[in-house]
């Protein structure tokens, strides 16, 4: 049985930079995975990079990621490929103005910087949107987007950098606790003694909670991803990305000239999915050709489906395990409720904060732990308001 001060289950987004931050710290560290780095969604990811959230906890952690991502080249061997491209997020109705700029004062009082654009202001600027489209739009110039393999390989060379032990095809099967303290991690390679685990698992992370002890509210889901043709007359590089809280929409540049945009299907049952839904999208084709004419009729040169992870609240579970004989010491569960490369690093920032301090100074973790779900994980806190159209529930 070997011996280190802890343990990360998961190797995708959360677990990995989970893992710096604690040998950053001075921490010994190994991580486990049990198929590959990466090897999940956090390789097929749009990579989406949004600090103007819906909530105060979304708002926090996409201004921590955002600028986590825009400071690595200065701190890790590899960065994530970070472009801050700018993020525009427009209103349809009367409705959807009001809720936003509710969403600004809120991001403002927070430290955000961003805009409010009118539908006059919108046309005004280059955006793609099809003119007298919009009632307005929020935008913040700081928001962007990760390239999601490199952004695998930047968190792999920081592990190394760093000294965490990784242990691929070494998969999680439960915990030692004795009188209610962790005091090793089982896998199947054998076990690591260690007073501390993080378990993540994105939309496995449930698994992972059943073989620890405990009852997880996670699920996962299908979300797909497609990159047209090159948009013809057009940089899709001058333009701001755009999200289409209504439809769920979203898009932003792609290869070589061709607009890159993602869906996911709001009546969609949970499950995994990893296969296109060409119907799907189709439907949504005529929704982007609606707001943005020029790409009416452009062929598809890429597509591909993940099954990425959310909560019923859309909101991350950021706290300790608990199972139903009560609190596990030095056992924190972290999941980032579909916003893995949005709040990952976040996310990872807090978690890792709650095992070397327990607590952080990021952002107010009370409500965000397990105890929020009651029985029939419906949860007491109000959904995220412009989260992608997950599930409510994970069954």
Known sequence: MSSVDAVVVGGGTLGAWTA????????????????????????????????????????????????FYAGQPDRYPLDSGFVAQGYLMPCFTDEEVAAAQERIALQRSLGLD???????????????????????????????????????????????????AVRERCAFTGLRVEDGHVVAVETSAGPIETHAVVLTGGPDLARVGE??????????????????????????????????????????PGDDGGLLWGMSNPDE??????????????????RVGDLYPATRGLGVRRAWAATIDYTPDHLPIIGPLVRPDGRVDGAVVASAGGHGMMWGPGVSRATADLVLDGRTDLLDLTDLGLDRFDADGNSRLAADPIALPFPHRTR
Not at 53 to 64: D, S
Not at 126 to 151: C, E, F, K, M, Q
Not at 220 to 249: C, K, N, Y
Not at 270 to 285: A, C, H, I, S, T
């Open 114 to 164: 961003v805009e409010w654009w009118d539908g006059d202001e919108v046309d005004r600027r280059r955006t793609g949107l099809a003119p007298g489209v919009t009632s307005g739009a929020s935008y913040a110039a700081g928001d962007g987007y990760i390239d999601a393999p490199r952004n695998v390989l930047a968190y792999t060379a920081a592990l190394v950098h760093l000294g965490v």
């Open 20 to 67: 710096c931050f604690l040998a950053e710290a001075g921490r010994s560290v190994v991580l486990v995975e049990a198929a590959t780095l990466g090897a999940g969604a956090s390789s097929r990811a749009a990579g989406m990079v949004r600090a103007q959230g819906g909530t105060e906890a979304a708002i926090r952690l996409g201004m921590f990621s955002r600028d």
């Open 269 to 286: 049952q949970p499950g995994p999915g990893l296969e296109v839904d060409w119907p799907y999208f189709e439907k949504m084709r005529e």
């Open 211 to 252: 073989l620890a002890g405990a009852r997880v509210v996670a699920g996962g889901t299908r979300h797909q991803v497609v990159v047209t043709e090159p948009v013809p007359g057009v940089d899709v590089h001058a333009l701001p990305m755009v999200f289409d809280v209504t439809s769920g929409i979203y898009w932003r």
